[in-house]
């Protein structure tokens, strides 16, 4: 890239952190320094508030980048990801938010307790959704990484690597100052940037083809190299057996794992009620519904204009289609519409990968402080004490975070959610549905559930085509791959549910009727909610 394209690409993303920064100083001079206040904001913002934020946390660098991305290299077998994702939003809206928010205070690990013995059920949720947010946080940090590298023209990896430590910082900073109500306020900011942003390129892409969709499908599909079937099933995924098995279990993990992502079910919390909570998914749907309609035209777009090879030749997973498609739309690399568009294209990218990870720390600090910590120090941890212990585990979660994202540069975000939401699928989604819904399900079946979905699921991806035995895998240079599909939903989520049925039907304590009736109560009317 140009030198402009490096200087007005770097004064717009500081002027979004300078924004951010100036937004978290505030909140955190005017908070009281509560629990509630750092882990819930004071449940003091309104349902569109407060969907424009879930839309925030949800629309990240996977949904940017990596959709696309995907679309413009695989054509109609990148879509499942849209599609997955959105779908996704229906569990949410009917299954999970009300009664999430009825029944809890802060994290996940409210709802299952509420009828448990605390500690054993706090602990495995606790490391589940620990778990499932640094996976979440590395697909961010590998986006950062592949911006830096398209930046800077691909020649310094040292820059690449000191772009994902600064992002981490950031995260750590916003997290530990402002807590859940700067992240909100950040969130918001966010998804108005990107939606915006968004929504001019794929105004650009259509004039581009005259307003002509099926024109711009058939450019797309002549380009690609591959013709007709570029628009047909099976391009990624319609080889062998094995990978229309992934397919099934990819759309799986995306259809099932967004109930279970923590940083999601966090935002439930920040409304004053439950019925706040619903107008808050249905706000968020429209948003993100949205927002994937308009990534597909961008992955087809980037496909018909820019072209997969130029595409796969800037980042072998896809990650930079949507910034490289900006440069073309707005005259060429030399052109000064080209260098502007790409500028902002590529600080509100660092935008929503800022934005997405302080949302994901906080929720995973809050596992740690809420449910971990809180389990082990029963005796002397205060609501002062946990806060306090949140934002050391920010700066914990941030390295291991970083640490890992280096270590997956050369992944695609999309694909690496969609691990994350694998394990949140297996470990996180029965334990819930079980907890709100099963009248029998007992202390063991919880600990069962979360343990018999997680360990198979990073078990899983440890042994897959991901990290060893092939050329695009972590570590290529050695084979320890046993399991021979890319995602593990197909069989670990299953195994998630089976283990908290089995779990259960084994137990030689049985239910606490008297608990469950007042969850019951609690979660479907609200009385005694928080």
Not at 426 to 453: D, E, I, K, Q
Request: with cysteine; glycine share 12%.
């Amino acid at each position: 890239m140009t030198e402009n394209h490096q200087t007005l690409a770097l004064v717009l993303f500081s002027a979004f952190v300078a924004v951010t920064l100036g937004i978290t100083t505030w909140v955190s001079r005017n908070r009281h320094g509560s629990a509630e206040e750092f882990y819930a904001g004071g449940r003091l913002f309104t349902p569109m508030e407060n969907g424009f934020a879930i839309a925030g946390d949800y629309m990240s660098a996977a949904s940017f980048l990596g959709i696309s991305g995907l679309i413009a290299l695989y054509g109609y077998d990148g879509m499942l990801y849209s599609v997955g994702f959105l779908v996704a939003w229906l569990v949410v809206l009917f299954l999970v938010a009300e009664l999430v928010r009825n029944c809890g205070r802060f994290t996940l690990a409210d709802v299952v307790a509420a009828r448990m013995r605390e500690r054993p059920v706090r602990i495995a949720a606790g490391t589940s959704s620990v778990t499932v947010s640094v996976l979440y946080l590395v697909a961010q940090m590998v986006g950062a990484g592949s911006l830096v590298a398209l930046l800077l023209g691909g020649s310094s990896e040292a820059a690449q690597s000191w772009t994902v430590v600064g992002v981490g910082a950031l995260m750590v900073v916003y997290v530990s100052l402002g807590g859940m109500r700067a992240t909100t306020w950040i969130q918001i900011v966010k998804a108005v940037l990107l939606i915006g942003g968004t929504i001019a390129l794929t105004v650009l892409v259509l004039a581009r083809f005259h307003g002509d969709f099926n024109r711009l499908l058939t450019a797309a599909a002549e380009r690609s190299g591959h013709g007709s079937s570029f628009l047909a099933p099976g391009l990624k995924y319609g080889g062998d057996w094995t990978a229309r098995f992934d397919f099934i279990s990819l759309g799986l993990a995306l259809v099932l794992g967004t109930a279970g992502l923590p940083h999601i079910l966090s935002r439930f919390y920040t409304v004053p009620t439950a019925r706040a909570a619903r107008r808050s998914v249905i706000w968020a749907i429209g948003l993100i519904g949205g927002f994937y309609l308009m990534t597909i035209v961008l992955g087809f777009g980037a496909a018909a204009i820019v072209g997969p090879d130029a595409v796969r030749g800037s980042n072998a997973a896809g990650n930079t289609a949507v910034p490289l498609l900006a440069l073309d739309l707005g005259g060429g690399a030399d052109s000064t519409g080209g260098t502007v568009l790409f500028a902002v294209v590529a600080a509100v990218a660092f935008a929503t990968i800022l934005a997405v990870v302080a949302g994901i720390t906080l929720a995973s600090s809050a596992s740690v402080a809420h449910d971990l910590y809180a389990s082990l120090r029963r005796r002397t941890s205060t609501p002062r004490s946990e806060v306090a212990v949140a934002r050391v585990a920010a700066v914990g979660i941030g390295v291991v975070a970083i640490a890992l994202g280096l270590l997956a540069r050369d992944l695609n975000v999309a694909f690496l959610v969609g691990l994350a939401f694998a394990v949140a699928a297996s470990a996180n989604l029965p334990v819930l549905l079980y907890s709100l819904f099963w009248r029998g399900f007992t202390t063991r079946g919880a600990v069962w559930a979360v343990y018999g979905g997680l360990v198979p699921a990073v078990l899983l991806v440890v042994l897959s085509p991901v990290v060893s035995g092939s050329p695009d895998s972590l570590f290529p240079g050695v084979d320890f791959q046993y399991f021979p599909l890319q995602n593990p939903g197909l069989i670990s989520i299953p195994l998630g549910f089976a283990a908290g049925w089995l779990g259960t039907v084994t137990s030689a304590e049985g239910p606490d009727e008297a608990r469950h009736a007042e969850t019951e109560v609690r979660s479907l009317t609200g009385a005694g909610a928080a």
